[in-house]
DNA sequence: TTGACAGGCAACCTTTTGGTTGCCTATTGT
DNA sequence: ACAATAGGCAACCAAAAGGTTGCCTGTCAA
């Protein structure tokens, strides 16, 4: 989930799903001109691989999806570790950095 | 940064320090017992180019600070902006996998 | 009904990543 | 003083990531 989100057009990609819900492969490959379309399927690959995007077939198009669930997970249990130990780290490196070497 | 955080061995480092800061990369090598020395400093190395981790050299021990502040600031830019969108993604996505095919 | 459009799949290539081995420097304890 | 300890640096290698091209399938519209 981390690699997943460790790529810059990916989260473009994200971005502008959360911007607007439900765009098609297409409208996706508008946002990375670099690749070509099989580029950007593979990075939709990996976000859906990740439960980062949920995709429909409706007829001939593919909807994306931004599921928001996962991300949020990370923020909750992961990033409000680091968040309660902040001060306590940040001391703890200033008093190392401020030490007599 | 997000690069950073995209490998398990690397968030173990981080969640040691944050549990013990300023620890030497010995110790630190412990924790990561398939690798070898110049492997983890590889690791470290990438978490200090991230700037999550600080380094003071000590006579010759080299220590580990945990540096808090950016993964907070991406908790906070970044991760915030999927929280402030959250429902609105969730009821999008419940209505496309709901809707008639 | 057929041509154009949206997308999937597989093979292939190149660059980056993750790891190793080998050797070098500096500090410390006895 | 010197052996052991802590770490740095560079070359090298295998595996994985990130792309591409080529071709195939399904769907819609004229």
Redesign the pocket.
């Known amino acids: 989930m981390f690699k997943a989100l460790a790529?810059e057009?990916r989260r473009r990609l994200l971005d502008a799903l959360r911007e607007r819900n439900g765009q098609?492969?297409?409208e996706l490959c508008e946002l990375l001109p670099?690749?070509?379309?099989?580029?950007v399927?593979?990075?939709v690959r990996?976000l859906e691989d990740a439960n980062l995007v949920v995709t429909v077939r409706r007829?001939?198009?593919?909807l994306h999806y931004l599921n928001p669930v996962p991300i949020n997970d990370i923020a909750e249990r992961w990033l409000s570790n680091y968040e309660r130990d902040k001060l306590r780290a940040l001391s703890a490196l200033k008093a190392a950095l401020e030490e007599d070497p």
């Open positions: 790529d057009g098609t492969l297409q670099d690749l070509t379309r099989q580029g399927t593979k990075h990996i007829g001939r198009h593919k």
